[in-house]
């Protein structure tokens, strides 16, 4: 008898692909190179996927934490309608995909899933936002597994988030 492994949705950047704004990487040598040996990634770049290249402008959150905009900071193009659209049908093909959780990439204005920077619109901060890929994400996949990279160093949190992927 044989057991599949488990289907993971991941950051690209997590797994050490060139698709930052800057053109780099944020490669986890814990996810890659332990937990990777025991589940399938199913990669996933928002930006990248939107259109919007690499490099790229790097971009923040405007607005409300509960409506926020994807904006350029240096052009003030707004990306949110690009990243609404892509995030529509790649949720669809995610749903087909028998994922078990998904890891996210921490601060992200595409990928956080919680304290991502939004900032008001006299260009102030503050701390309570959600990613727009990561927040859509969570929305239609209620109880799947979620978390960001920075679990990995805590083995109490790892063991409770694997738990969840499990029991899902």
């Known amino acids: 008898m044989t057991t ?4 993971l949705g991941i950051s690209r950047c997590l797994l050490g692909e060139e698709v930052r704004f800057d053109g780099g990487h944020k490669r986890d040598a814990f996810l890659t190179d332990v937990l990777g040996r025991y589940v399938e990634w199913v990669p996933v770049c928002p930006e990248v996927e939107a259109g919007l290249g690499t490099p790229r402008e790097a ?6 934490p509960q409506q926020p905009r994807l904006v350029a900071i240096k052009s003030g193009q707004d990306h949110t309608r690009a990243m609404e659209v892509m ?3 790649r949720l669809d093909d995610l749903a087909g995909s028998d994922l078990s959780g998904f890891v996210f990439k921490k601060d992200s204005p595409s990928c956080g899933v919680e304290r991502v920077r939004t900032y008001n619109e006299h ?3 503050g701390r309570k936002g959600v990613g727009l890929f990561a927040r859509a994400f969570e929305d239609r996949f209620k109880v799947m597994a979620v978390e960001y990279e920075g679990w990995v160093g ?3 949190w790892r063991e ?5 992927v ?3």
């Open 160 to 164: 409770s988030c694997f738990e969840w």
């Open 87 to 89: 995030t529509a049908k």
């Open 123 to 125: 260009g102030m901060p």
């Open 59 to 64: 971009m923040r959150l405007i607005g409300t």
């Open 154 to 156: 805590d083995r109490v």
């Open 4 to 7: 599949a492994a488990l289907r």
């Open 166 to 168: 499990l029991c899902y």
